[in-house]
């Protein structure tokens, strides 16, 4: 690593930790921001601080909000008669852009992994057994991913769900990842979600 001075240095590895920026994507931002005016710089700083402070979890679903309630909680147009069940705001992202979906959302904000220590209290389970407690819920879909931990976390919460009466179904394929959706990934949505089958008990489709 070449010889910088100390805040150019700070800042190219400040930037070296974001996903997906290497070294010379870090020193080229970093030479960018040098170079571009004030107000712009200004501005991006702001905005980074700021989203900190102003991002919390909404109160029903746990997706990110700047208000009591998310968009898609406060919109009276969505199903709220049915929760897809989701990982994280990226998974919820992916299924909003993809337009298949017209129910709400529970986040649960990661997966069950008793090897990195994520244990059901660290997630929103409770939250959503509250939330179906209350009533007003018909199905709840869970999207979760694919993987060993995402099936986990499916069938822990199918289990827990199951004495509640409340109709309980799975995807039936994963998610596609990242924030570009084409539209074969759009494709992939809609098949998951009219494909997914009911779980648990007496599993009739
Ligand atoms: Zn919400």
């Not at 400040?14 to 994507?25: A, V, Y």
């Not at 199903?79 to 990982?87: E, G, N």
Request: charged share 25%; hydrophobic share 45%.
């Amino acid at each position: 690593v070449p010889q910088y001075a100390r805040p150019l240095a700070q800042l190219i590895e400040s930037l070296e930790r974001l996903p997906g920026i290497g070294l010379k994507s870090a020193q080229r931002l970093a030479f960018w921001l040098l170079q571009a005016d004030d107000e712009s710089v200004q501005a991006l700083a702001a905005a980074i601080a700021n989203v900190k402070r102003a991002i919390r979890d909404c109160s029903v679903c746990f997706n990110y909000t700047d208000e009591d309630l998310c968009p898609i909680c406060a919109d009276a147009r969505r199903d709220h008669s049915q929760v897809c069940v989701v990982a994280d705001a990226r998974d919820l992202m992916a299924l909003e852009r993809s337009g298949e979906y017209r129910g709400v959302y529970h986040v649960l904000q990661g997966l069950l992994s008793p090897i990195e220590g994520v244990m059901p209290d660290n997630l929103r389970i409770a939250e959503l057994l509250e939330r179906v407690k209350k009533g007003g819920i018909a199905e709840v879909i869970l999207a979760t991913p694919f993987t060993v931990e995402g099936d986990a976390t499916a069938s822990y919460i199918a289990d827990l769900l199951q004495p509640l009466g409340v109709r309980v179904t799975r995807i039936a394929g994963g998610l596609p990842v990242g924030g570009d959706l084409d539209y074969a990934d759009q494709v992939t949505i809609a098949r998951a979600l009219e494909g997914r089958r009911r779980v648990g008990a007496d599993a009739s489709p």
